[in-house]
């Protein structure tokens, strides 16, 4: 009997301790939340764009004429080598030089025309000073008979035509002159010299390449007047331009030194706007000294307009205004709140109660209720008033203007949530300016240090439990339980 005893005593008490842990297995925990303390600091509300970084001035200098390269200017730091990449030239100076044999042949022959046209002038004159005089001759023997009226006309034809045929070569002279010019010209194209002082950013040549020249200029070297002097074209969107203005300071970044921040100045903001995807984007210029010649042309850079600057507020993180908990976690005295809406209705920021809808003052009355006060008054003694008259009566208790300025008033706030025992109770709190990463916020009940959630700590169920073998015997389905309100 002891042994069936000992063996009944063993075996309730398996199964009491396997209910017991069972049910101990399957009861909620309390929840775990992470929290952040708030931070006092200077808060700078920026927006945010990418860009390049752009020389400010560059000269694109190409080839007006055809032919092969058969030299490049020597560097002016080192004459034994070309001028090649980053080279500093000055004005005037060699950069390279194209086969001038065809041109010169042209100027040549060019040359040759207009000493021809020369000397052809040169006789034309000699014949028209002969008909001069044969000209003046037979106006003297005309009134004494001693020629012919025929041969008189005959000296007048003769000496027009000369005056003619001289301005005829004269035209031939200037058509030379200007020949010679253009070939002159096309001459001196064959030296391709730097039109600015500056430096080499891109050179697009080498000897024994053939540059071709068409409608558009061929480009051979790519310079750059002033590189201590740095911009940057940024794209920015525009939801985000009407708050840009120039002179404003610019904070920015680029990959090639990630753990510097470079400074800059708002100059210009264009007005030719570009739509990509149906996003449509302003180019702002911003310049930005580069003494120490570090910003190399185009880097790309991630720049922050700082549009307002905050000093000594209270802020927290974006993502404590955006947390919202599960309804069992709330307080049991905010529960009421949660379910009647109170989150979507304006708390005073040190109340912690919600206003009665029925306590409400007379700025926060709907339309509705506007409509009915006004409507006895737009009725009077004398039958129907004018719209004008009805206005004058109804303005200064219509709520339309009051009623705009609470909708404004409910933008501006938000709400956080602290610990509360094992759950959470909120705290109304006013918005101000945000970076991006973290907001501004104002209210009595709100002190630095003070620990506001940001999310759970534990993300689900699941990892509540430690042990992967526990009966699931009396856990509930479908996840979190409903909490009742």
Not at 123 to 143: D, T
Not at 424 to 450: L, Y
Request: contains cysteine; hydrophobic residues 40%.
């Amino acid at each position: 009997m002891r042994a069936i005893f000992g063996l009944l005593l063993i075996a309730g008490l398996l199964v009491g301790g396997g209910v017991y842990y069972a049910l101990r297995a399957s009861a909620d925990l309390p929840a775990k939340f992470r929290t952040v303390p708030v931070k006092r600091g200077d808060l700078i509300a920026t927006v945010t764009a990418t860009g390049t970084t752009e020389p400010e001035e560059v000269v694109d200098v190409g080839a007006q004429v055809t032919g092969p390269v058969v030299a490049l200017g020597p560097d002016p730091k080192s004459p034994t080598k070309y001028i090649d990449y980053r080279s500093e030239v000055e004005a005037g100076q060699l950069l390279a030089k194209i086969d001038e044999s065809v041109y010169k042949a042209l100027l040549d022959q060019a040359k040759a025309n207009l000493v021809h046209a020369d000397a052809n002038m040169a006789a034309l004159q000699a014949q028209l000073h002969q008909a001069a005089a044969e000209l003046k001759r037979g106006e003297s023997l005309v009134p004494k008979g001693a020629i012919a009226q025929t041969d008189y006309d005959v000296d007048v034809a003769n000496f027009k035509a000369d005056q003619a045929n001289v301005e005829v070569g004269k035209a031939t002279v200037h058509q030379c002159q200007a020949a010679q010019h253009l070939a002159q010209q096309n001459f001196d194209y064959c030296t391709i010299k730097s039109p600015v002082k500056g430096t080499i950013i891109d050179r697009r040549i080498s000897v024994g390449q053939t540059v071709v020249s068409s409608m558009t200029t061929s480009s051979l070297f790519l310079i750059a007047k002033d590189l201590r002097k740095m911009l940057i074209w940024a794209s920015v969107n525009e939801a985000d331009i009407g708050r840009i203005h120039q002179g404003m300071p610019v904070q920015f970044a680029v990959d090639a030194y990630p753990n510097e921040t470079f400074h800059g100045t708002v100059a210009q903001i264009r007005y030719n706007a570009t739509m990509t995807q149906n996003v449509v984007t302003y180019t702002v210029v911003v310049t930005a000294d580069n003494s120490d010649l570090r910003l190399l042309p185009y880097l790309t850079a991630n720049l922050s307009f700082q549009v307002q600057q905050h000093p000594n507020v209270l802020y927290v993180p974006n993502g404590a205004l955006r947390w919202k908990p599960r309804p069992q976690d709330v307080s049991p005295e905010f529960r009421d709140r949660l379910r009647a809406g109170g989150d979507e209705k304006e708390e005073h920021p040190e109340a912690g109660q919600a206003k009665p809808k029925d306590e409400a003052s007379p700025g926060t009355q709907g339309p509705a209720e506007v409509a009915k006060d006004a409507k006895p008054k737009a009725v009077g003694k004398h039958g129907k008033r004018g719209s004008a008259e009805v206005a004058k009566h109804a303005k200064p208790d219509a709520a339309a203007k009051p009623a705009k300025t609470h909708r404004k008033t409910r933008a501006e706030h938000g709400q956080i949530w602290v610990k509360d025992g094992n759950g959470v109770r909120p705290i109304e709190v006013r918005i101000g300016a945000s970076d991006g990463i973290s907001t501004e916020i104002h209210g009595k009940s709100v002190n630095e240090g003070m620990e506001v959630v940001l999310g759970y700590a534990i993300a689900d169920e699941s990892a509540t439990t430690t042990n992967p073998f526990a009966p699931k015997l009396f856990r509930r389905k479908g996840g979190e339980p409903k909490a009742r309100l």
